[in-house]
């Protein structure tokens, strides 16, 4: 089987850059995003995509036109394509069974039952969404009783592994491509079809094939086990806080055996992100499916411990200036989950600016990349009044103008504008004592302390 025409349903943060990446590297194979929200598709055809990765424009820019295309016109490139990648979103059910951890799969079941619908001949369905094992069968049944054709559909799964700040370079050299399909001649033929598509780059020894299942949990595992990390060493950030030792030279001695590594191992507010704490509550929910209870509670306290993280980050703060900030200015330095995205799910400052505010602190954000809509929409969304918003959130144009007049500055996302700042200046705009509460432990503690600040640096202490 080869492919020549590939359609994927949703433009989001995965959709988007794989199949840019696809595109770019297989110029033999026409491949068409499709989403229902006409704003980001626009987007993905303007010079300002929806997404902002390093590198990304480039790759898009590359092919783009080409064989790159993106449309609100799903139908018609469903139909057209050998292979469909489904790329929507699968967030934390909010209601009914499950709800809090188990995955909402409205937009998987929406997008089988259109595949269904349209669809002729052979088409290998590839789950790329982050679902809960067995997903591959519940799609199956639906493309199998909802289509009115002769179509016959081969159902795999490739779950994505990309971080978002380094999704380019993650997608063209990547640690593995995982490949799940059914163990019978069919389910192989797609199976290797897919794998001819990654073979154009990647090369074949980092092409992992298993079964479905295998496929469908590892994704759930791997992100648990990379979450599980952040809490074990954002766990002993207190501790080094409590006793003097420094979280860094522990992270650095631990991470020198091989048998640990060096990689995720730095303490932090709390990690966020739109999937870590839901995969997390993923395979909790999982567990507590197939009567898992004990299981269950272990992953469930990787997620507790991460939130721990984030509120002692607020107490400390609030404790440290003289037990109050209500009217005090603070100035919020990074918005987004991480550095070098501009998204901003589940990141650990909308929690702490939340926080800030119930205390009745000014808050004043500045982020580099994350625009003011979207830091307003985080805020409602986690229950502030826009009355509040408007009267106590104020959005910075650079570091520079945040702190002046502050009470505090907190450092919340590791850009790397931010270890370069002039803090003679800083200190200078502050009220003092200058308080720094820096959850991201980047910047010069000696420097800090020479400039006069009062500083307190996320597993290391005062
Ligand atoms: P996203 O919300 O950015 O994008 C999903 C898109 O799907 C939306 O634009 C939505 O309009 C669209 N959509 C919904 N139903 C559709 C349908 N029937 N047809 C066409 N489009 C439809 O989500 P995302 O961050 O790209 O994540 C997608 C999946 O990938 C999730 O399961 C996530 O867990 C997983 N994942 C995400 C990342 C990441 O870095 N964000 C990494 C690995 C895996
Ligand atoms: C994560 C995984 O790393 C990807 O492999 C996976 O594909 C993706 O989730 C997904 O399934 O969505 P991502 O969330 O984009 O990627 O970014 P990470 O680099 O994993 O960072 C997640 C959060 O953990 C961020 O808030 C980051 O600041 C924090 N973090 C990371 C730490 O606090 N300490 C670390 O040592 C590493």
Redesign the pocket.
């Known amino acids: 089987m080869i492919i020549t025409s590939i359609c994927?349903?949703?433009?989001?943060?995965?959709?988007?850059p794989t199949m840019a990446m696809i595109a770019a590297k297989c110029p033999h194979i026409q491949v068409t995003v499709?989403?229902?929200?006409q704003a980001?598709i626009d987007a993905w055809n303007s010079d300002t995509l929806p997404?902002y990765e390093p590198g990304l424009k480039e790759v898009v820019e590359s092919a783009r036109g080409k064989n790159l295309h993106f449309t609100t016109d799903?139908k018609p490139a469903i139909a057209a394509a050998d292979l469909i990648f489904?790329?929507?979103?699968?967030?934390t059910k909010s209601h009914g069974i499950g709800a809090g951890r188990a995955?909402d799969l409205?937009?998987?079941e929406?997008?089988a039952r259109?595949i269904a619908e349209v669809s002729e001949g052979n088409k290998i369905i590839v789950e790329?969404?982050?679902?809960p094992v067995k997903t591959a069968t519940a799609i199956q049944a639906i493309l199998t009783a909802n289509s009115t054709t002769n179509a016959t559909f081969q159902v795999l799964s490739n779950?994505?592994?990309?971080?978002?700040g380094t999704?380019v370079t993650d997608m063209e050299n990547p640690d593995r491509i995982l490949i799940g399909g059914e163990q019978t001649p069919e389910g192989q033929a797609a199976l290797e079809a897919l794998v001819s598509v990654y073979a154009n780059w990647v090369p074949r020894e980092k092409i992992i094939t298993t079964n479905l299942w295998s496929s469908e949990l590892s994704?759930l595992v791997a992100?648990a086990f990379l979450a599980q990390r952040i809490s074990s060493i954002n766990s002993i950030s207190a501790l080094c806080e409590a006793t003097g030792a420094d979280v860094d030279e522990v992270a650095r001695a631990i991470g020198f055996d091989s048998r640990i590594g060096s990689k995720f191992l730095k303490a932090s507010v709390g990690f966020g992100?739109?999937?870590f704490q839901?995969?997390i509550l993923n395979l909790v929910y999982l567990c507590e499916s197939f009567n898992l209870p004990e299981p269950a509670a272990y992953w469930r306290s990787v997620v507790e411990i991460n939130d721990w993280q984030k509120s002692r980050f607020v107490e400390k703060i609030v404790r440290t200036l003289f037990n109050t900030v209500a009217g005090k200015r603070i100035a919020i330095l990074g918005f987004a989950f991480k550095k070098d995205t501009n998204?901003t799910?589940e990141s650990a400052a909308i929690h702490i600016v939340r926080d800030l505010v119930a205390e009745n602190a000014h808050v004043v954000i500045y982020d580099p990349r994350v625009p003011v809509e979207t830091i307003h929409r985080d805020l409602l969304d986690v229950g502030i009044p826009q009355d509040i918003i408007n009267f106590n959130v104020e959005i910075a144009a650079d570091p520079y103008a945040a702190v002046t007049g502050a009470h505090a500055l907190a450092t919340l996302t590791e850009w790397d504008e931010f270890r370069t700042l002039d803090l003679p200046r800083i200190h200078g705009l502050m009220l003092k004592p200058a308080f720094v509460f820096d959850g991201r432990a980047i910047l010069p503690a000696d420097a800090l302390a020479k400039h006069g600040f009062k500083a307190f640096v996320i597993g290391k202490g005062e």
């Open positions: 994927c349903l949703g433009a989001g943060y995965v959709g988007g499709c989403d229902m929200n980001r997404v799903l489904v790329c929507v979103g699968t967030p995955a409205r937009y998987i929406s997008a259109l790329k969404s982050t679902i779950p994505e592994f990309l971080a978002e999704a994704k992100n992100g739109s999937c839901k995969d998204d799910r």
